[in-house]
């Protein structure tokens, strides 16, 4: 009963908004079947997931970065065939009579792409479930002219579901791929040792590479700066690179997808004739590859 009234509601608000004359199609879970679920990749992504019925999936993700954005994905079944956008509105729950419907956003529709929401509006949407309401998109039916749609997401079971997800957020690495792909570092004068600095640039990207079994190449090039002989600094810069492959291959990386060269005196980037030339040519770099 409580649903039949909701979906009434649903059908009083586009009856506000000019849509008296035509017919809706109306999508949503009810009480019995409202469910959601989280879905992670160790410290990489969160993904808060919401079935609704006979129409597709509502997607609220994050992934390890500085910020943690959220975005907002309306998985549709069947896409859009034109351009339009869709309104979204915060619908009160039937039992909270007299609290007024609120815009929120529109929500541009693509041909042949889901809808896709920013963090801002993502994360009024969350607040607006978190109270209890239920978001609702609505827009002209691209097969049907004649029709509207309304495409609303239930607040039912919602909040220990929230509350998991902003866990798993909480817990993402603070920062992405992109941030370790391509890094350069460098090394103590006549040693092995990387610098502080270094060395916790290196330990970052081992926790990324704990948790990401897609890598699919290293390769690893050390250099020296002209100081200790060419031979010497050859066999130096190799013994650099190994013990950067070591300790990959401690953080899971397998063998085979890590590669190494020292180069020695090779390649300088700064003047050897100066105490900051020569740190900067002392360095290692890593480049990391995702198919």
Not at 189 to 215: A, F, Q, V, W
Request: aromatic share 12%.
């Amino acid at each position: 009963m409580k649903y039949k009234a909701y979906l009434f509601g649903l059908g009083l608000i586009f009856a506000n908004i000019g849509f008296a004359d035509a017919a809706m199609r109306q999508y949503s879970a009810n009480t019995d079947s409202s469910n959601w679920d989280v879905n992670k990749t160790k410290r990489l992504s969160c993904a808060l997931h919401h079935e609704i019925p006979y129409y597709g999936e509502a997607i609220f993700n994050t992934v390890a970065s500085k910020n943690k954005d959220l975005t907002f994905n309306l998985d549709m079944i069947v896409r859009p065939e034109t351009y339009d956008f869709a309104g979204l509105q915060s619908v009160p729950p039937q039992w909270r009579a007299g609290v007024p419907i609120r815009d929120i956003s529109k929500m541009q529709l693509l041909k042949k792409f889901d809808g896709e929401l920013d963090n801002d509006v993502s994360w009024e949407m969350l607040t607006e479930l978190e109270k209890g309401f239920h978001p609702t998109f609505y827009y002209k039916d691209w097969q049907n002219s004649s029709d509207r749609v309304s495409v609303a997401l239930s607040s039912v079971n919602f909040k220990q579901a929230y509350w998991a997800f902003l866990q798993c957020r909480d817990n993402l690495l603070p920062y992405s791929f992109e941030d370790i792909a391509f890094t350069v570092m460098n090394y103590k004068k006549n040693s092995s040792d990387l610098t502080k600095s270094s060395r916790k640039r290196l330990e970052m990207i081992g926790e990324y590479l704990k948790n990401d079994d897609s890598i699919e190449s290293i390769f690893i090039s050390a250099y020296t700066d002209s100081y200790g002989g060419r031979w010497v600094n050859m066999e130096l810069s190799k013994k650099r690179a190994a013990a950067i492959k070591e300790y990959m291959e401690n953080m899971g990386v397998p063998d085979n997808k890590i590669r190494t060269e020292g180069f020695g005196e090779k390649r300088h980037v700064q003047p050897n004739d100066n105490a900051i030339g020569r740190g900067k040519n002392r360095r290692v770099v890593i480049q990391i590859a995702k198919p």
